[in-house]
């Protein structure tokens, strides 16, 4: 849904929730879940499920076959482990950007919005204090000397 720019922020569609997601929870399920199938894999193997629970003909036990398609799915177990760490990694690092209203310049700490000053007291515990930086003192200080 786009929402025109004349259009107030707080009518406009909230964010999404942020997402506490790391990558070792990802692959704890995804390994799971792989070693379920390399289980299931040699269970068929040794016991023939296809025939204790399907009825289907039996089957003579081919080790060498289901070692090369276990070295199959342990390779695609890797090579997927290595794309989630990296997507969960991304995603993780782009949420953990500070984010600045765009109209008002207040800071989202802990679901509240705060001004800058309110947010470096609460990250700090110091109260801030106002000055001006050598660059923005040249550039102030420089037409009122060429003026004189």
């Known amino acids: ?10 009518q406009a ?4 929730p942020k997402q ?13 879940g792989f070693l379920i199938i390399v ?36 390779f695609l ?14 995603l993780s690092y782009l949420e953990s950007f500070l984010h600045v209203c765009a109209w008002c310049r207040r800071i989202e700490y802990k679901d509240r919005w705060l001004s800058l000053e309110a947010h470096f007291t609460e990250k700090t515990g110091r109260s801030p204090s106002h000055g001006i930086c050598p660059e923005c003192s040249e550039k ?6 060429t003026k004189s």
């Not at 399907?54 to 799915?73: K, Q």
């Not at 102030?140 to 000397?145: A, D």
Request: no cysteine; aromatic share 10%.
């Open 20 to 32: 506490s997601v790391y990558w070792q929870k990802a692959l704890l399920w995804q390994s799971l």
């Open 39 to 74: 289980v299931l894999t040699w269970s068929d193997a040794l016991f023939d499920l296809a025939h204790a629970i399907f009825g289907l003909p039996h089957r003579e036990e081919d080790l060498n076959r289901t070692m090369i398609t276990t070295v199959v799915i342990v």
């Open 140 to 145: 102030m200080l420089r037409p009122v000397l």
């Open 1 to 10: 849904m786009n929402t025109p720019l004349s259009q107030a922020p707080s």
């Open 77 to 90: 177990w890797m090579l997927s482990a290595y794309k989630v760490y990296r997507v969960v990694s991304r």
């Open 13 to 16: 569609q909230a964010p999404p």
